[in-house]
Nanobody
Framework: QVQLVESGGGSVQAGGSLQLSCVVSGYSYSQLAMGWFRQAPGKEREGVIAVARSGTTMTADSVKGRFTISQDNAKNTLYLQMNALKPEDTAMYYC?????????????????????WGRGTQVTVSS
């Protein structure tokens, strides 16, 4: 059973930075396709950045040039570096994992494709 635990959220002013972490346990981290998602109150959950088992990424247009994803396989940890934060980035951020990835380079921003989810970490950006 894959377990995901996010951390690193908080409150920052616009233009600031945060780094989120997602620790993976219960499964071989290198065998998972993963992604970061977010959900603001009253809005649907949306994909932010996804990464395939190959390391290939897919980034939402809304965060391109500001958010990046990285991994530390030795620590079974996925990171989301968020720079130049905007008030519209305010949301609960979730880490998700897909065990049954159909291909080595498969990655998707579709939240319905993912099997496992963390509980989320709140990010609040003030203007």
């Amino acid at each position: 059973q894959v377990q995901l635990v996010e951390s690193g959220g908080g409150s920052v002013q616009a233009g600031g930075s945060l780094q989120l972490s997602c620790v993976v346990s219960g499964y071989s981290y290198s065998q998972l396709a993963m992604g970061w998602f977010r959900q603001a109150p009253g809005k649907e959950r949306e994909g932010v950045i996804a990464v395939a088992r190959s390391g290939t990424t897919m980034t939402a247009d809304s965060v391109k040039g500001r958010f990046t994803i990285s991994q530390d396989n030795a620590k079974n940890t996925l990171y989301l570096q968020m720079n130049a934060l905007k008030p519209e980035d305010t949301a609960m951020y979730y880490c998700a994992a897909l065990e049954a990835s159909p291909a080595y380079r498969f990655r998707t921003l579709n939240p319905y494709a993912y099997e496992y989810w963390g509980r989320g970490t709140q990010v609040t950006v003030s203007s």
